[in-house]
């Protein structure tokens, strides 16, 4: 009767940790805290009544520099001018590819001409994993309640070439429209593409 | 000397042509960043209606890979698009064994070092110009840590001729790349995606030793989450937790088994509703850790020496122990050491037989059998009488105080130790058949080793009464209070044996409960004859006496009339009874009507399901929860082998009853604890409605 209980007591224990909380849309969106590039400290709350983009980058990743061709900086350019927080994210490791600086982030965003609202450093990984982050880039639309609308790919084609872009659905920039409407984005989960986060 | 020239140029002259047509069946090799990359025909000169491999062949830098059909969390896979005259065509890649590439947390799934992608490519019979150009554009993604794209174009031109040529070069490559392939195995496997989990169940042809598994369809599986990988015979079940980005499964997959014979590749179709659903329940898991597990057996060992059964006899064995001299407590212990662990893995054996020959059989399969019922009913009532002092055995079991000097050696302890775990086997099913029937869901090895842990277990004291001096010194003195204890120790078998005569009566009826009794008579008999043969007190004849009853004996139950089928038929079902009996048909029609329905696997032999019934679910509040949520409750019999039931327990990956599960409309199927309390069910219930 024993044996069982801690036979049991011990696979319970094991299947609890292999089923820990999922990330789901609908569901409010973890909470953070991140510093940025010029050392400011930011909040998933200080935005509540914004809607919020955030971005998972390395600049050296080919998948993101696919995007920074011009696709990425456009989005940032339209969405910011819509009041939209946009928050690109590095959680690369220290002495990982796309590990930077906060100097270095700020003269590749203006080298690249990007319109982040800031650039936010997880250099230990705790955002990326709360938001189950798995590649570069990998985007996620969070709205005014701070209700997680969208998370997944950038677009339907998982390709390192720019040619793509014009040729693939732009499920993230579908997504975040429709929740600037005021809709529920479809789909709402995507598969994301690109080199793993560096963490 | 001019046949040395002869035979040098014997050698080289073949060589030489093969370097020349190795040449034409490759495209030559092309460098991009960190690899290097050639496509080979397995021919270099082709005929019209012939197939043949391509292959593209990669040699990363050491530690850089490309990518599977599903690359896992990230990555890429490799495409190719062929260009290729009308008349030819070229089929999708047939992918090697991935290899998994893990970047916690995050897991992939490519090839690191040599790879080679096969193509089949197909020219149709009536292609009429005299070659082929191929032309391939290949896509891939290398990765070490970080990432490269890389695209390159690769051209290969073969001559069609009436005759095919093989390029011998190559052939070794292409039998390595088809040496790499996952063997297809024509199996039939479901695979269901409810409850946040893929799980699947594969009936394999023969049972196979699974460490891994790869799913090919991509953001299905949480591809760096632990895998659950249960084989109960050759029944495997897989289950793996969803990918975060899961959104809709494919109605056919393909996935790929590591075995430890090499890798193979199955085709699962998508569960259709309705269909029995396949659980990896929370109960029994395969990836306890072994120590873990042999260290459970074994302190289940320990307590199978309290229970009715075994401890009478083996308190006095204990005794006996203590009485003798130093040098034969440790051959004592030993050798009885030795009957127990041998008589645990004999029976394992036994078990692990019946099932590879197909027998649908779980522990507690001692206890299913009315004939070993009342073997056991007859073995524990004369173990009583001995006690009793009715009849001395032979096996040094009884060598208390009295007859110190009959101590039998070796061979007694030895015996002693086959017989404790013949009186325990009764014991073991009520109460250790979950965790026992676990360990023979297990490979062979892995259940022989629990039964050699349980042994030693239950070896332990009489391993440390006869190792280590101090613990035989603190057993009391031997004396004439020994002989009285000893008849005092008589009741407990005697209490065994009528539980057991009760097991029996509900497996065969009353009729042949009474013929058993008869037997048990001739049991008592013949025990009391043989006890005055002993004192010399009774001739040869009564001997003869005692053998044709103890023949009589066991006659008794083969002679007895077979149990009434009416029995436990629903014609009978009483009014007030609150179950009704559990049928494959029954659950699935109620659950296709949207019904709530629990389900309890029970046993009469199974003292925890007895419990379980008696303080948790035949209780007024109980009835109250399953009248107010309107739950049809079905009960499914394992007294005797039911090979319906043991298939139903296979599927909640059990191996002996109880199991309960409950199933609420729209919700994954629930498998409540195996130790029930009070509220369990209703508080199950209530947060089962709860749910949206």
């Given at each position: 009767m024993k044996l069982r209980n801690l036979v049991l007591a011990a696979s319970a224990a094991?299947?609890?940790?292999?089923?820990?909380?999922?990330?789901?849309?609908?569901?409010?969106?973890?909470?953070?805290?991140v510093v940025d590039s010029k050392g400011n400290s930011h909040n998933l709350k200080d935005f509540a009544g914004k809607n919020v983009v955030l971005?998972?980058?390395?600049?050296?990743?080919?998948?993101?520099?696919?995007?920074?061709?011009?696709?990425?900086?456009?989005?940032?350019?339209?969405?910011?001018?819509?009041?939209?927080?946009?928050?690109?994210?590095?959680?690369?490791?220290?002495?990982?590819?796309?590990?930077?600086?906060?100097?270095?982030?700020?003269?590749?965003?203006?080298?690249?001409?990007?319109?982040?609202?800031?650039?936010?450093?997880?250099?230990?990984?705790?955002?990326?994993?709360?938001?189950?982050a798995k590649t570069t880039p990998h985007m996620y639309v969070i709205d005014k309640?701070?209700?997680?609308?969208?998370?997944?790919?950038?677009?339907?084609?998982?390709?390192?070439?720019?040619?793509?872009?014009?040729?693939?659905?732009?499920?993230?920039?579908?997504?975040?429209?429709?929740?600037?409407?005021?809709?529920?984005?479809?789909?709402?989960?995507?598969?994301?593409?690109?080199?793993?986060?560096?963490? | 000397m001019p046949k040395l020239i002869l035979l040098l140029l014997c050698c080289l002259l073949?060589?030489?042509?093969?370097?020349?047509?190795?040449?034409?069946?490759?495209?030559?090799?092309?460098?991009?960043?960190?690899?290097?990359?050639?496509?080979?025909?397995?021919?270099?000169?082709?005929?019209?209606?012939?197939?043949?491999?391509?292959?593209?062949?990669?040699?990363?830098d050491?530690?850089?890979?490309?990518?599977?059909?599903?690359?896992?969390?990230?990555?890429?896979?490799?495409?190719?698009?062929?260009?290729?005259?009308?008349?030819?065509?070229?089929?999708?890649?047939?992918?090697p064994t991935p290899q998994a590439i893990a970047l916690p947390p995050l897991m992939n799934y490519g090839f690191e070092g040599q790879t080679i992608l096969l193509s089949e490519l197909s020219i149709a019979p009536d292609y009429s110009a005299d070659s082929i150009d191929i032309q391939l554009q290949a896509d891939w993604l290398v990765c070490e840590e970080i990432c490269i794209p890389a695209e390159a174009q690769f051209s290969l031109i073969l001559p069609v001729a009436s005759q095919a040529i093989a390029a011998a070069d190559y052939q070794p490559l292409f039998a390595e790349a088809v040496a790499r392939l996952p063997q297809p195995l024509?199996?039939?496997?479901?695979?269901?995606?409810?409850?946040?989990?893929?799980?699947?169940?594969?009936?394999?042809?023969?049972?196979?030793?699974?460490?891994?598994?790869?799913?090919?369809?991509?953001?299905?599986?949480?591809?760096?989450?632990?895998?659950?990988?249960?084989?109960n015979g050759n029944q495997l079940l897989l289950q793996q937790a969803l990918n975060t980005y899961f959104s809709s499964a494919p109605t056919q997959l393909e996935l790929v088994l590591l075995a430890d014979d090499g890798a193979y590749s199955v085709q699962l179709q998508q569960a259709v509703q309705a269909s029995t659903e396949i659980l990896v329940t929370q109960g029994q898991q395969s990836d306890t850790a072994l120590w873990l597990v042999l260290l459970m057996a074994a302190a289940g060992g320990l307590i199978l020496n309290l229970m009715p059964c075994v401890f009478p006899v083996l308190s006095l064995k204990a005794l006996s122990i203590a009485a003798n001299s130093q040098q034969q407590h440790k051959r004592d212990a030993v050798f009885y050491s030795l009957g127990v662990v041998l008589s645990f893995v004999t029976l394992a054996l036994v078990l692990i037989t019946l099932r590879s020959a197909g027998a649908a059989v779980g522990w507690g399969f001692q206890l299913q059998n009315p004939y070993l019922v009342a073997l056991l009913v007859y073995l524990l009532f004369a173990l009583g009488l001995s006690l009793s002092g009715v009849v001395q055995f032979g096996l040094g079991l009884m060598n208390s105080g009295s007859n110190l000097a009959a101590a039998k050696g070796s061979k007694g302890s030895f015996f002693t130790g086959v017989l404790a775990v013949v009186v325990a086997s009764p014991c073991t099913a009520p109460f250790m058949g979950t965790a026992l029937g676990y360990a023979v869901g297990q490979s062979a090895a892995v259940a022989l080793l629990v039964f050699v842990a349980l042994g030693l277990g239950m070896a332990l004291p009489f391993l440390l009464l006869g190792l280590v001096p101090g613990f035989a010194r603190l057993l009391p003195r031997p004396g004439a209070w020994m002989d009285t204890l000893k008849q005092w120790l008589a009741y407990p078998l005697y209490l065994s044996a009528v539980w057991l005569l009760w097991v029996y009566g509900r497996q065969s009826g009353v009729d042949a409960q009474a013929m058993l009794l008869i037997g048990v008579v001739c049991i008592g008999a013949a025990c009391w004859l043989w006890g005055r043969k002993q004192?010399?007190?009774?001739?040869?004849?009564?001997?003869?006496?005692?053998?044709?009853?103890?023949?009589?004996?066991?006659?008794?139950?083969?002679?007895?009339?077979?149990?009434?089928?009416?029995?436990?038929?629903?014609?009978?079902t009483n009014t007030n009874q609150h179950w009704q009996p559990w049928s494959a048909d029954t659950l699935q029609q109620l659950r296709a009507q949207g019904k709530p329905v629990?389900?309890?696997?029970?046993?009469?032999?199974?003292?925890?399901?007895?419990?379980?019934?008696?303080?948790?679910?035949?209780?007024?509040?109980?009835k109250a929860a399953m009248a107010l949520y309107d739950v049809t409750y079905l009960k499914g019999d394992w007294t005797l082998r039911d090979g319906a039931i043991t298939e139903y327990l296979r599927l909640y990956q059990r191996d002996g009853v109880p199991l309960y599960v409950l199933y609420w409309p729209g919700q994954p199927p629930e498998v409540l604890p195996q130790i029930l309390t009070p509220d369990t069910l209703s508080s199950t219930l209530e947060r089962l409605s709860q749910q949206p």
């Open positions: 094991l299947l609890s940790l292999g089923l820990s909380a999922a990330l789901q849309v609908g569901a409010p969106a973890p909470d953070f805290t971005e998972w980058t390395n600049h050296d990743c080919p998948f993101v520099v696919k995007h920074y061709s011009g696709n990425m900086q456009a989005l940032q350019a339209e969405m910011t001018a819509q009041d939209v927080v946009w928050l690109s994210v590095i959680s690369s490791a220290p002495g990982k590819q796309g590990h930077v600086s906060g100097a270095k982030a700020d003269e590749l965003t203006a080298s690249r001409n990007a319109v982040p609202t800031a650039v936010v450093f997880d250099e230990s990984g705790v955002v990326g994993k709360a938001y189950d309640a701070g209700v997680l609308q969208y998370m997944g790919g950038i677009d339907s084609i998982p390709s390192a070439k720019v040619d793509d872009i014009t040729k693939a659905t732009p499920y993230f920039a579908n997504a975040a429209k429709a929740v600037l409407a005021g809709n529920t984005p479809d789909p709402a989960v995507t598969k994301p593409y690109g080199c793993s986060v560096k963490y | 073949p060589a030489s042509v093969l370097v020349g047509q190795a040449q034409a069946a490759s495209s030559g090799w092309q460098s991009a960043s960190h690899l290097q990359a050639e496509l080979v025909s397995e021919y270099q000169q082709v005929v019209p209606g012939q197939r043949l491999q391509l292959a593209l062949h990669f040699v990363p050491p530690h850089w890979h490309t990518y599977w059909q599903n690359p896992g969390d990230s990555g890429l896979p490799t495409t190719l698009s062929w260009q290729l005259p009308q008349g030819v065509s070229v089929g999708d890649i047939r992918w024509s199996v039939q496997g479901q695979f269901d995606v409810s409850g946040g989990a893929f799980s699947a169940a594969i009936t394999l042809p023969e049972a196979k030793s699974i460490s891994g598994f790869f799913v090919a369809a991509s953001e299905l599986v949480d591809h760096a989450a632990v895998q659950q990988i249960s084989l004192l010399a007190q009774a001739g040869i004849v009564s001997m003869v006496i005692a053998l044709l009853l103890l023949v009589l004996a066991l006659a008794m139950p083969a002679l007895a009339p077979a149990p009434q089928p009416a029995v436990k038929s629903p014609t009978q629990l389900v309890n696997m029970t046993a009469d032999w199974c003292i925890t399901c007895l419990v379980n019934e008696r303080v948790a679910l035949n209780t007024q509040s109980s």
